[in-house]
């Protein structure tokens, strides 16, 4: 508090005391006794508020420094929700054209700032106006004390709005350019703030901030990388913005994948490979990350210890895999065994829907790739976990299962590992999306299979077997549950095992069932719209014709 005591410290500032008023005189002793004796005194209201003040209203340029200097100081020993009788002078103080001045103010309004009532309150008293007019000061210690101000105010959803059209995006977009660090960090931390709605995420784009934060992905310095690479991240969450993205494609995607090197921060890899992954939601940035290099950094990636790395790289790949010409160039990087030890290496569920979807994304078009997954034992990974995952995991390993038994080399190992007695308990959760994929897998697996004993071994067995299952869809009233089992005794039925047609002749439900769905309905019925291609639709087209082929079995 030099300034504050400074006041009676020299000759010529003496001179300057004696044209004090008597108001400022008394303020001016009772606050140097406040700081000379702080234990205890609250500065944030009564007459130590006054004293302040008072010194801040004055026309006294010293007595104003004195204020604005004794505010950053008090902040920055103690910040708690305050009063606008606290904040307004403070706020007037960034009005004052003297740097000095601004500087403290700014440090003292940024320091309030941290408390989440505080940010409400200097937006609401008409703070930022000066704040932004301030970020336009040649003086860079000005520029970061404001600028730091403005990152924290952003952290409040309330403000975020307000600052979004208060017109400081673009002097915080500049300030992001600046080669001072600080004032760098600051700026780029309050773009990142302003990053988590859509709508400020568009004003953050349409002021041209894209490439400015792809072009500090090169920076050294680990927080704005980190800042820059978060803020992308969360902008590429929207298919607009990533079209915009996109013309910065040929060096936003090296420079992202530049990040992933063991020498960035574990947060700032983390994020670098999030904004990939979000990227890759559109197939073009899927070929680039390919071409561009990104997968053996991936790959590392998945081998990480750390779950929140696995986690981002393994939701990236997911997203690549999507494109059918990067299947192959996934499986030849080797990818399959990390992504199968994944199945059961975190305890995170996350981690393994995106690790067995990327699998079922790998196999989904080529029968040589689901070989290549088998082997890699896969199947008998997921057969011995599956009830032991949460239902989202259990739906994803079940849709996973649905596409290996399109395959007919992997059909015996399907039926020997004992898949059947896996997936029939699961067609009764209580979970549509289990239920369905798991009855498709079955039904998948039942087209010809060859040899149909592990059917007629489970007919009656586990819970009701084969024949419960089929007849609980068939009742179901779900147009898509009643496709799937009227397709399925077709396959049945169509394998010429002389065991099935009788089982199903000796439960009389089948045939009763079958003649509702092939005689009882009004197959002509139209749909329009979007109802005409829907899933739901189409079973209900579907299965009166595959009914009437059922029937001619009985």
């Known amino acids: 508090m030099g300034m504050c005591c400074s006041i009676h410290a020299s000759p010529s500032e003496n001179q300057n005391a ?13 606050l140097l ?37 004794a505010f950053a100081e008090i902040t920055e020993k103690c910040v708690k929700p305050v009063s606008k009788d606290t904040i307004q002078p403070i706020i007037e103080l960034l009005k004052n054209s003297d740097v000095d001045i601004q500087r403290s103010a700014g440090a003292a ?24 007019k301030l970020m336009g000061s040649p003086n860079l210690e000005v520029q970061c004390n404001v600028v730091g101000c403005m990152t924290n105010l952003a952290t409040h959803e309330g403000n975020k709005a307000k600052i979004a059209t208060s017109g400081a995006l673009v002097p915080l977009i500049n300030l992001a350019k600046s080669s001072d660090r600080r004032v760098q960090r600051n700026a780029t931390g309050a773009l990142l703030n302003m990053t988590h709605s859509d709508a400020n995420r568009k004003k953050l784009v349409d002021a041209g901030a ?6 500090l992905l090169s920076t050294t310095d680990p927080d704005v990388q980190y800042y820059c690479t978060t803020a992308l991240s ?43 992954r979000n990227l890759a939601s559109d197939l073009t940035f899927q070929s680039s990350i390919v071409e561009s290099g990104g997968l053996p950094y991936l790959l590392d990636l998945l081998k990480s210890h750390s779950a929140n790395l696995v986690l981002a ?6 997203n690549i895999s999507i494109h059918p010409e990067n299947e192959n160039v996934i499986v030849g990087k080797g990818f399959l065994p990390p992504l199968v030890d994944l199945l059961d290496k975190f305890d995170n569920e996350e981690i393994q829907c995106h690790a067995v979807s990327t699998l079922r994304n790998i196999a989904a078009t080529s029968e040589n790739n689901k070989m290549k997954i088998a082997q890699t034992g896969a199947i008998e990974k997921c057969k011995n976990l599956i009830n032991k995952v949460s239902p989202t995991v259990q739906s994803d390993f079940t849709a996973f299962l649905a596409v290996l038994a399109l395959d007919e080399n992997l059909k015996p190992l399907l039926c020997k590992v004992g898949i059947i007695e896996v997936l029939i308990p699961l067609t009764h959760v209580n979970n549509i999306e289990i239920q369905g994929n798991s009855a498709a897998a079955l039904g998948n697996l039942s087209s010809k299979l060859g040899n149909y004993d592990p059917y007629v071994k489970a007919w009656s067995e586990p819970d009701g077997g084969i024949k419960d299952f089929l ?33 199903f002749k000796d439960t009389p439900e089948f045939k009763e069932q079958i003649s509702k769905f092939a005689f009882g309905r009004n197959s002509q019925t139209e749909g329009s719209g979007s109802e005409a291609d829907s899933l739901t639709y189409k079973s209900r087209r579907a299965v009166p014709a595959l009914a009437s082929r059922v029937y001619s079995y009985f």
């Open 18 to 30: 004696k044209q004090l008023t008597d108001d400022e005189r008394v303020a001016v002793s009772r």
């Open 33 to 69: 006794h406040y700081l000379d004796n702080r234990d205890g005194v609250d500065f944030f209201s009564g007459d130590p508020l006054s004293s302040l003040a008072t010194l801040v209203y004055s026309d006294n340029v010293e007595l104003q420094r004195s204020a604005a200097l």
């Open 109 to 132: 309004l940024g320091n309030l700032a941290v408390n989440n009532a505080n940010k409400q309150l200097i937006v609401e008293l008409n703070g930022l106006e000066p704040l932004i």
């Open 210 to 215: 894209i490439p400015v934060l792809v072009s």
């Open 234 to 276: 969360n902008i590429a969450v929207d298919p607009e913005n990533r079209i915009e993205l996109a013309k910065s494609e040929a060096v936003v995607i090296p420079s992202l994948i530049n990040l992933l090197e063991p020498f960035s921060t574990p947060r700032v890899r983390c994020q670098a490979t999030l904004a990939l």
């Open 313 to 318: 790289a393994v939701a990236c790949i997911r």
């Open 471 to 503: 007849l609980s869809f068939l009742k179901s009233e779900e147009p898509t549950f009643e496709h799937i089992a009227t397709w399925m005794m077709l396959q049945l039925l169509e394998s010429g095992d002389p065991r099935l047609l009788q089982l």
